[in-house]
């Protein structure tokens, strides 16, 4: 059974999209690569990629990270800048039993070799606001708007899994800062004979509970998707509790190795897109007296955000 699933309303277009390929045969890679490298070209969304909002310097880092779940290989690639598709390059990474994880120039040098397109990744919009942002000395904590890192999960019909992640991170970041999109059990995991899970959010709280690894974990002792990714964010919320601390910017989306997908967040609401044998459709986690509930939206009712 092809199954896909993909954070916010910005990945709907090319998630569906990537969903039509996998049902007429395509690869769960091909797909997955399709759908993230979609929302990295569109400078629409101001947290992916081409127009992604600016560190502190004025410049855009971008984030990416990959995983096949038949060979637990990965790749990933953090802090470049002026790589079109990090993604690709994070792609590519992937099947290397050393130097799959590249920073910096060294990736960026990866990624020419490669053949990967080199731009500018910073537009007229994305350094208005970065302007606008210094003349009021102040600085963004959390992730902007709350719709940050794109994650896609994909099994295809040959029952191949993988998934991948794309981030421009936090507007007014630190040059340097890393979250967790690229970091392998805390934004992505993927295990072909359990599942799969990737996060968004406040990479800094999701990598203290290296959240995908805890819920590609749970799926391995049986659970499906969606209650492993509930148990996960509980237990790790509760955690929290216990420090006296809250948790209030993690998303997570999860896929089962039937293709059962689940979501969990921590957001009054967290929209996601998933299609399955069932079909495909938007939706919204949101809660619901006190209770997680996940409902299908049109997407044209979902904000695409700025």
Avoid at 51 to 66: F, H, N, S, T
Avoid at 83 to 90: F, L
Avoid at 256 to 265: H, K, L, P
Wanted: charged share 20%.
């Amino acid at each position: 059974m092809a199954s896909i699933i993909g954070t916010w309303r910005m990945s709907y277009d090319s998630v569906l999209e990537a969903y039509n390929r996998l049902t007429a045969g395509a690869s769960a890679m091909d797909a997955v690569e399709y759908a993230v490298a979609e929302v990295e070209r569109n400078p629409q969304f101001v947290s992916v990629g081409y127009g992604g909002l600016p560190a502190r310097d004025g410049e855009v880092y971008m984030d990416a990270g990959w995983m096949d779940g038949t060979t637990l290989r990965c790749g990933a690639v953090m802090s470049v800048r002026h790589v079109s598709s990090p993604v690709k390059a994070a792609r590519m990474l992937c099947g290397r039993e050393k130097n799959w994880l590249l920073c910096g120039t060294g990736a960026e040098a990866f990624a020419i070799r490669s053949g990967i397109p080199i731009r500018d990744m910073r537009t007229d919009r994305s350094q208005m606001k970065w302007r606008a942002r210094i003349a009021e000395e102040a600085e963004t904590a959390g992730a902007y708007d709350g719709h940050d890192t794109v994650c896609v999960i994909a099994r295809d019909n040959q029952g191949h899994m993988i998934v991948g992640t794309s981030t421009s991170g936090l507007f007014m970041k630190e040059p340097g800062r890393v979250g967790d999109t690229p970091i392998v059990g805390s934004g992505y995991y993927c295990d072909g004979e359990a599942g799969a899970a990737a996060a968004t959010g406040l990479g800094e709280d999701i990598m203290r509970g290296c959240l995908s690894y805890e819920t590609v974990a749970l799926m391995r002792t049986g659970m499906d998707a969606q209650t492993a990714v509930q148990s996960a964010m509980k237990a790790y919320m509760d955690r929290r509790s216990r420090l006296s601390e809250t948790v209030d910017n993690i998303s997570l989306i999860a896929m089962d190795n039937r293709g059962n997908i689940g979501a969990a967040t921590s957001l009054e609401s967290f929209p996601f897109s998933a299609g399955t044998d069932s079909g495909f459709s938007m939706y919204e986690a949101m809660y619901l007296d006190g209770s997680l509930t996940i409902l299908p939206r049109r997407a044209e009712d979902i904000p695409l955000g700025d």
